[in-house]
């Protein structure tokens, strides 16, 4: 069965951080372009970031440059998001997902093949 799975959230002060992690099964994730997106209630999801297969490219969403970092560790089969200086409006559900393409790192990593379940990020004080 194929999966992707998040860790990583939890509840962080404004200007604290975050690393998310996904983790594929069932298949190698380092065959695809892996993204993340997020979701917040009443919002539409947002797509925030994208790395290559081979992560030498990545992209990321204006909301969220200079902030984040993605990165990924094909040896062990995980993506990796890190999020510094988080504001209120990063509170979401954050998910990993798999691209179609490799090519569709300019459009961050969208149409996606799989997504995961997600991960709560809430920032508040």
């Known amino acids: 069965q194929l999966q992707l799975v998040e860790s990583g959230g939890g509840l962080v002060q404004p200007g604290g951080s975050l690393r998310l992690s996904c983790k594929a099964s069932?298949?190698?994730?380092?065959?695809?372009?892996i993204g993340w997106f997020r979701q917040a209630p009443g919002k539409e999801r947002e797509g925030i970031s994208c790395?290559?297969?081979?992560?030498?490219?990545?992209n990321l969403a204006d909301s969220v440059k200079g902030r984040f970092t993605i990165s990924r560790d094909n040896a062990n089969n995980t993506v990796y998001l890190q999020m510094n200086s988080l504001k209120p409006e990063d509170t979401a559900v954050y998910y990993c997902?798999?691209?179609?393409?490799?090519?569709?790192?300019?459009?961050?990593?969208?149409?996606?093949?799989?997504w995961g379940q997600g991960t709560q990020v809430t920032v508040s004080s």
């Open positions: 790395i290559s297969i081979t992560g030498t490219r990545t």
């Open positions: 069932g298949f190698t994730l380092g065959y695809y372009a």
């Open positions: 997902a798999a691209a179609l393409s490799d090519a569709s790192v300019f459009n961050l990593c969208r149409p996606y093949a799989y």
